[in-house]
Nanobody
Framework: QVRLVESGGGLVQAGGSLRLSCAAS??????MGWFRQAPGKEREFVSA????????YYADSAKGRFTISRDNAKNTVYLQMNSLKSEDTAVYYC??????????????????WGQGTQVTVSS
């Protein structure tokens, strides 16, 4: 049974940092990614990693501030978020894809989803 278990969300001041974790079980994946959704907004891509290549990809809003990484032994993906801004406030979702040849940034390309974890950045 495939499970994605997220943790690490919370309340942080602007300029602060958080690290999100997503522990996967049940199978291996080609890629894993992070999406976020603020109230009244569309869900948007944040970052993704191709597992075997350890190759990272970022939305423009995340570049220079966020870092995605993996721990192969723990089958876990992390999102280190630094210099947080109020516009980063959202529910963050972990996602996993069995296979991809395009569309790392497209929600529809992912097969499994975590429950989401709330990130709130105060001014």
């Amino acid at each position: 049974q495939v499970r994605l278990v997220e943790s690490g969300g919370g309340l942080v001041q602007a300029g602060g940092s958080l690290r999100l974790s997503c522990a996967a079980s049940g199978r291996t994946f080609y890629a894993m990614g992070w999406f976020r959704q603020a109230p009244g907004k569309e869900r948007e891509f944040v970052s993704a990693i191709v597992w075997s290549a350890d190759s990272a990809y970022y939305a423009d809003s995340a570049k220079g501030r966020f870092t995605i990484s993996r721990d192969n032994a723990k089958n876990t993906v992390y999102l280190q978020m630094n210099s947080l801004k109020s516009e980063d406030t959202a529910v963050y979702y972990c996602a996993a894809a069995r296979a991809l040849d395009y569309g790392l940034g497209l929600e529809s390309r992912y097969d499994y989803w975590g429950q989401g974890t709330q990130v709130t950045v105060s001014s």
